[in-house]
C-alpha cells in the first residue's frame, strides 16, 4: 500500500505523458508535425487556419529571458548577502519576506504587472508602449521566481561548510576573495540548479502571460510588442471553451506537449547537474 | 633584518582596491536585497490602496454580477473551499504515506533516489499542463465533466509531491534512539510507525499539508483548463457541479477595462491575501509549538 | 624574495636563543561576558615547536586563534591584553588583520581542502595576495610547497585532480602546503591529526620535524604523546573553577614530561585528568 504511494510521482509523470502524446497525435492527424515546428503562422481561432507553433515559442522565450536578468542578479546578490554578509535576525526577517513573496499566487502578480508594472514603472520609460507587452510579462515573471534564485541559491552557499571560509581567511584572503572565489565556486551547482529551475518555472507561468501578455499571435522578437506565449494561448482555449475534439481543442495539447517537454529536458539538466556535481564535503 | 622585513608584512598590504570593495561589497548586495522587498511592498500598496475601499463582507456573499457594485464573489469563494477541501483529502493522506514510506521503509537506495528524482520532476511539471491531463482523463476520459471532483483530484495530484517531502522530513527528525527504544522493547515496524513515529512527525507533516494547501487555494491555471471561465450564480450542491475559484474570479475581474472591476479584484485580492496569510500563520504556529519537544 | 630563513642549529630541546616571535602578555578572550581564557602570558621562541595541551575545553584552540586574529572572525569574541608578533601588537588598529594571516597560517582540524584541484588549492593563497607571478613562478611556488609539505611525489602526477580525491593524511598534508606556499614566518596548528590514522599522524609528525628549522610552529594537540614526540616547549593549560582556561605550567617539553613543577600537570600526563 505505501509502496504504491510513493510510486504515485512516477505513475503521474508517466500518466501525463500518455495522455499529452495521445491528445497531441489527434492533433498530429490533422497538422503536420514538420508544419507545426517550422511554422511561424499560428492562427489557429480563424480562418485560415495555420498551425506554425514558434510564434507561441519565441514570446515564451524572450518573456523567460526577461525574467532572468531581473531574477538573477537580484536573486544572487540577495542570496550572497544573506548568506555571506547579513546577520542572524536580518537573515531570518529578509528570508521570510522572499518565501512570502513566493506564497503569493500568480494570478495577483498578473494583475501586478497590468496595474502597476506596465503604468507605473514601463509605460513612462519607453513611449508608444501598451498596457499588454511581453517586457511586462518578463519583468514581472522575474519579481516571481526572484524567491526561487535567492533562496535555493542561498540554501546552497549557506551549507558550504565554514571550514573553507576558515581555511581562506587563514591563507590572508580578503571577505571579497573568500565569497567570490571559495563560497561561490563551491556551491556553484546548487546555483546552476535553481537558476535552471526558475527558467522552467518561468516558461511554465501562465497567469502572469494571460493577463499582461495580451492575446495577440505575433512573431516578433521585439520585447516592447505584446505577444502571446504557449502557456497563455492554452489558457485562452481554456477560456473560450472550445468543443471537445475540434483542431483547436487539440492543438492546446499540442502546445502541452512541447512545453512538457521542455521544461522536463531542463528540470532533469538541472537534477542531473546537482547529483553529479554533489561534493560531498 | 630579516626580522623587520618580516614585521613590514604585517602591517603593509598593497591591495586598496580589493580593500575598498570588501567595504562596498555588503552596500551593494543590500541594493539588490532592498530592491526585491521594495517589490513585494509595491505589489501590497497597489492592491491595499486600490481595494480596500471595496472590502466588505459582501464580497464573499454577494454572487458575481455585471453591476460591479454589487458584485460578490460568493460562488468562487465556496468553489475555492470544496475544490481546495477536497483536494486535500487525496493529497494530505496520500503524501503522508508516500512520504512515511520512503524515509522508513524503503530501505532499497537505488528506488528511494528514483522516487526521489520523480518527484522534484513532478513538482517541476508547469500547473497549466496538470490542467491539460485532468481535462483529457477526468472531465472526458472519465466523463467527470468541469466538475469540481476533476479539478480537485488535479489539485491534490499536484501537490502531493509538497506533502510527500514534509512528511518524509518530519519522519526523519525523529531521534534515531525513540524508534530503537521502542524496537528494543519487542514492538513490531508496524507498531513503531503507528505509536512513535506518526504522534511524533505529524505537526510538522500538517505544516506540509497546509503548505500544499495554500498552494491550491493560489492556483489558477489548471483550474482555468478544467473549467474554463464561468459566471456562476449558485452554490455547488455536489462534487459534479461546475465551478469557479477565487483565483479565477479575480482573473476575470482584472481582465475588464472598467475601474470598478479593477478595485473589487483589488478586494479580492486582499481577502485572497489574508486567507494565505492566515494558513501560513497557522503552519508557523504549529512549528513554533511543537518544535522543542523532540529534544533527547 | 625575503631573506627571512636563518637555519638555526638546533638540538632537540634548548632553551631558545631569545627570539621569541610571539609573545602574549595578559591575554583573555571572552565571548560575551563568559572569559574562555584569562591571564596567559607566553613567549613562543624562534625555529622551535610549541605544543599546547590540556584537557576538552581548556581554552587551547581559542589562544591558538588569538595568534593570527582568527577570532576576530567569531562575531561575539573579545581579545583583551597584548599579543606580539616580532615586536609589532598585532592588535593595534594599524595592523592589518589579513596580513597578520599571511604571516601566520594556521591548519584545522579536519583536512578542509578547497573543492578545487590539487593545484589550484596551494595556488589559491599566492593568488588572493595578490601576487604577480607567471605561469612557471607559479607553478615553481606550488612545487616547493607541495616538496617541503612531502606530498609531491605522490601527487606530481595529478595536480589537476580534485583535492577530494586525496586520502585524509594526504589532504591534510594538502593544508599544509598551502599554508606553507603563502610564505608564512609561523604555522599555528589546531589538533592536525585528530581526524587521522596512526599512520597518517606519523607522517604529518615527521614532516612537522622536517620543517621545523624554517618556521615557529604552535601546535594544539590533547595528545600527550604526540606533544611529548613533536615539540621542544609544552604549554599545559588548564580549566579552573570557573571554567575559565589557565596557563599553568610552560617550558621544555623534556621538564614537562620527566618533572613537572605543577601537581595538576602531573595529574594530567598520567592521565588521572582529561
Redesign the interface.
Known amino acids: 500500500m505505501l509502496l504504491s504511494a510513493s510510486s504515485l510521482s512516477f505513475i503521474a509523470i508517466v500518466v501525463i505523458i500518455g495522455t499529452l502524446v495521445i491528445e497531441s497525435s489527434i492533433f498530429f492527424g490533422h497538422v503536420s508535425f514538420i508544419e507545426f515546428i517550422t511554422g511561424t503562422e499560428w492562427t489557429v481561432l480563424f480562418e485560415p487556419k495555420k498551425f506554425g507553433v514558434q510564434p507561441l515559442v519565441v514570446a515564451t522565450a524572450i518573456t523567460s529571458l526577461i525574467a532572468l536578468t531581473v531574477a538573477i542578479p537580484v536573486g544572487l546578490a540577495t542570496a550572497i548577502y544573506l548568506s555571506e554578509y547579513a546577520g542572524p535576525t536580518v537573515r531570518r526577517i529578509v528570508k521570510s519576506t522572499i518565501e512570502l513573496l513566493a506564497g503569493i499566487p500568480t494570478v495577483v502578480y498578473g494583475y501586478f504587472a497590468l496595474y502597476f508594472i506596465s503604468p507605473n514603472l514601463l509605460m513612462p520609460l519607453i513611449e508608444g508602449l501598451g498596457v499588454h507587452s511581453a517586457l511586462a510579462v518578463g519583468l514581472t515573471i522575474g519579481v516571481l521566481i526572484i524567491p526561487i534564485v535567492a533562496s535555493l541559491s542561498e540554501d546552497a552557499m549557506y551549507s558550504v561548510p565554514e571550514d573553507f571560509r576558515l581555511a581562506a581567511y587563514s591563507l590572508g584572503a580578503r571577505k571579497m576573495d573568500v565569497v567570490f572565489k571559495v563560497v561561490l565556486p563551491a556551491a556553484l551547482s546548487g546555483i546552476f540548479a535553481s537558476i535552471i529551475l526558475a527558467f522552467t518555472r518561468a516558461m511554465g507561468e501562465t497567469m502572469i502571460a494571460a493577463i499582461a501578455g495580451g492575446f495577440r499571435v505575433f512573431y516578433s522578437f521585439d520585447p516592447r510588442e505584446a505577444m502571446q506565449t504557449m502557456t497563455s494561448f492554452i489558457a485562452q482555449v481554456a477560456t473560450g471553451d472550445a468543443p471537445h475534439g475540434t483542431v483547436e481543442y487539440q492543438s492546446i495539447f499540442a502546445v502541452g506537449l512541447l512545453l512538457f517537454f521542455v521544461t522536463m529536458v531542463f528540470n532533469v539538466i538541472a537534477l542531473l547537474i546537482v547529483r553529479r556535481w554533489q561534493i560531498r564535503y | 633584518m630579516a626580522d623587520t622585513l618580516l614585521a613590514e608584512r604585517v602591517l603593509e598590504r598593497k591591495d586598496t582596491r580589493k580593500k575598498i570593495l570588501d567595504k562596498l561589497a555588503p552596500i551593494i548586495l543590500s541594493t539588490a536585497v532592498f530592491l526585491a522587498i521594495s517589490a513585494v511592498a509595491a505589489l501590497l500598496i497597489t492592491v491595499v490602496t486600490q481595494g480596500w475601499s471595496r472590502l466588505s463582507l459582501n464580497l464573499i456573499l454577494e454572487y458575481p454580477s455585471a453591476n460591479p457594485a454589487r458584485a460578490g464573489m460568493r460562488s468562487a469563494f465556496l468553489g475555492s473551499l470544496w475544490t481546495v477541501g477536497l483536494s486535500a483529502l487525496i493529497s494530505v493522506p496520500l503524501g503522508i504515506a508516500a512520504g512515511l514510506y520512503l524515509a522508513e521503509w524503503a530501505r532499497w537506495k537505488p528506488f528511494r533516489r528514483f522516487v526521489e528524482f520523480n518527484m522534484a520532476n513532478l513538482a517541476g511539471v508547469p500547473s497549466i499542463i496538470f490542467g491539460l491531463v485532468g481535462l483529457s482523463l477526468l472531465t472526458y476520459g472519465l466523463g467527470w465533466g468541469r466538475s469540481i471532483i476533476a479539478g480537485a483530484f488535479t489539485l491534490g495530484i499536484m501537490t502531493l509531491p509538497l506533502v510527500t517531502v514534509a512528511a518524509a522530513e518530519a519522519v526523519k527528525t525523529i531521534p534515531e534512539a525513540l524508534k530503537q527504544g521502542a524496537y528494543a522493547l519487542g514492538a513490531t515496524k508496524l507498531q513503531v510507525t503507528r505509536h512513535i513515529i506518526l504522534p511524533n512527525s505529524l505537526p510538522m507533516m500538517m505544516t506540509g499539508a497546509i503548505l500544499a494547501i495554500s498552494r491550491a487555494i493560489g492556483e489558477a491555471a489548471p483550474i482555468l483548463v478544467i473549467s474554463g471561465l464561468l459566471f456562476i450564480r449558485q452554490d455547488p450542491t455536489s462534487v459534479f457541479d461546475r465551478f469557479t475559484v477565487m483565483p479565477l474570479q479575480i482573473y476575470n475581474w482584472v481582465s475588464r477595462p472598467q475601474v470598478a472591476f479593477q478595485e473589487l479584484s483589488s478586494a479580492a485580492i486582499i481577502v485572497l491575501l489574508l486567507l494565505l496569510m492566515a494558513l501560513n500563520a497557522t503552519a508557523i504556529a504549529i512549528r513554533y509549538r511543537y518544535q522543542k519537544r523532540l529534544v533527547l | 624574495m ?5 637555519v638555526v642549529e638546533r638540538e632537540p630541546v634548548r632553551v631558545g636563543d631569545g627570539g621569541a616571535v610571539i609573545e602574549v602578555k595578559d591575554l583573555a578572550v571572552r565571548y560575551g561576558k563568559k572569559y574562555a581564557i584569562k591571564d596567559i602570558n607566553l613567549k613562543f621562541e624562534r625555529s622551535q615547536i610549541t605544543a599546547i595541551i590540556g584537557p576538552s575545553g581548556c581554552g587551547k584552540s581559542t589562544l591558538l586563534r588569538c595568534l ?1 586574529r ?1 577570532n576576530d ?1 567569531i ?1 561575539d569574541a573579545k581579545v583583551e591584553g597584548k599579543v606580539y ?4 601588537d ?1 592588535y593595534d588598529h ?3 588583520p ?6 601566520i ?2 591548519v ?1 582540524q ?1 583536512p ?5 584541484s590539487i593545484f589550484d588549492n596551494v595556488a ?2 599566492l ?4 601576487m604577480k607571478l607567471n605561469k612557471t613562478q607559479m607553478q615553481e611556488k606550488v612545487k616547493d610547497a607541495l616538496i617541503k609539505a612531502a606530498l609531491w611525489d605522490e601527487v606530481k602526477d595529478r595536480l589537476d585532480a580534485p583535492a ?1 580525491s586525496l586520502s585524509g593524511g594526504q589532504q591534510q598534508r594538502l ?1 599544509i602546503a ?2 606553507l606556499a ?1 610564505d608564512p ?1 609561523v604555522i599555528l596548528l589546531d589538533e592536525p591529526t585528530v581526524s587521522l590514522d596512526p599512520i597518517s599522524t606519523a607522517k604529518i609528525e615527521q614532516l612537522l620535524r622536517q620543517i621545523c628549522y624554517d618556521y615557529t610552529i604552535i601546535i594544539v594537540t590533547h595528545n600527550m604523546q604526540q606533544a611529548a614526540r613533536v615539540s621542544d616547549y609544552t604549554a599545559v593549560m588548564m580549566p579552573d573553577e570557573q571554567m575559565i582556561g589557565r596557563l599553568i605550567e610552560y617550558g621544555p617539553t623534556k621538564e614537562i614530561f620527566t618533572n613537572p613543577r605543577d601537581k595538576r600537570t602531573e595529574d594530567y600526563i598520567s592521565g588521572r585528568i582529561g
Open positions: 625575503l631573506a627571512k630563513r636563518i593570527n582568527m572572525l562575531p608578533y616580532r615586536g609589532i598585532i594599524t595592523v592589518d589579513v596580513a597578520v594571516r599571511t604571516v597560517g594556521m584545522f579536519r578542509n581542502p578547497f573543492p578545487m589559491f593563497g593568488r588572493v595576495n595578490g577530494y593544508c598551502r599554508a603563502v614566518d
